[in-house]
T-cell receptor, first 118, second 111 residues
Framework: NAGVMQNPRHLVRRRGQEARLRCSPM?????VYWYRQLPEEGLKFMVY????????ESGMPKERFSAEFPKEGPSILRIQQVVRGDSAAYFC????????????????FGPGTRLTVL | GDSVTQMEGPVTLSEEAFLTINCTYT??????LFWYVQYPGEGLQLLLK?????DKGSNKGFEATYRKETTSFHLEKGSVQVSDSAVYFC??????????FGTGTRLQVFP
């Protein structure tokens, strides 16, 4: 069973360009989460998606950032007009469908995409 | 709001020493608690978890007990190895589905 796949592993963009980060969840998982890790910091939640729905985007910056998880294909995190402060590692995680109402299901993380903005 | 506080690193130990990395949390309700490990240049791997008070999670010689009375989930290992050198993250998951992470503790083990 393949794990969570992310690509590219490394992405270099110049200021003002667009960055597209892809995430394929584990087989059988329909919940996807995106987190951002700034240098020397912990991970910060960005967005939680299920197929074709955004469930929680409370951690997403209001501008330039968007995410989708279409019925077919990977989840995409899109950053428009990147700035140097967007340089970070972006991690995707997935979890399966069923969980107890009172607990959080285990999230399985991908290897991350390291974005560098020049 | 919910939060996680970890001891600052780096923690530097000799091989076979005893390890403790402290983690305390603040949360409403009954969160699940996790320890994740991040090796250099890699993503996070789940190390262990506990879903209710007094549960003990264990894996690869690491242990942590969910202590509701002290709101803690300290990570311990009786005898560390050089290969344990990594960054360790404590996290909580409440019924909002997202994980809230501590800032991470870097462990360096020397032979």
């Amino acid at each position: 069973n393949a794990g969570v796949m992310q690509n590219p592993r490394h992405l270099v963009r110049r200021r003002g360009q667009e960055a597209r980060l892809r995430c394929s969840p584990m087989k059988g998982h329909s919940h996807v989460y995106w987190y951002r890790q700034l240098p020397e910091e912990g991970l910060k939640f960005m967005v939680y998606l299920q197929k074709e729905n955004i469930i929680d985007e409370s951690g997403m910056p209001k501008e330039r950032f968007s995410a989708e998880f279409p019925k077919e294909g990977p989840s995409i995190l899109r950053i428009q007009q990147v700035v140097r402060g967007d340089s970070a590692a972006y991690f995707c995680a997935s979890s399966p469908v069923n969980r107890a109402a009172s607990s959080t299901d285990t999230q399985y993380f991908g290897p991350g995409t390291r974005l560098t903005v020049l | 709001g919910d939060s996680v506080t970890q001891m600052e690193g780096p923690v530097t130990l000799s091989e076979e020493a005893f390890l403790t990395i402290n983690c305390t949390y603040t949360a409403t309700g009954y969160p699940s608690l996790f320890w994740y490990v991040q090796y250099p240049g890699e993503g996070l791997q789940l190390l262990l978890k506990a879903t209710k008070a007094d549960d003990k999670g264990s894996n690869k010689g690491f242990e942590a007990t969910y202590r509701k009375e002290t709101t803690s989930f300290h990570l311990e290992k009786g005898s560390v190895q050089v290969s344990d050198s990594a960054v360790y993250f404590c996290a909580l998951g409440a019924n909002t589905d997202k994980l809230i992470f501590g800032t991470g503790t870097r462990l360096q083990v020397f032979p």
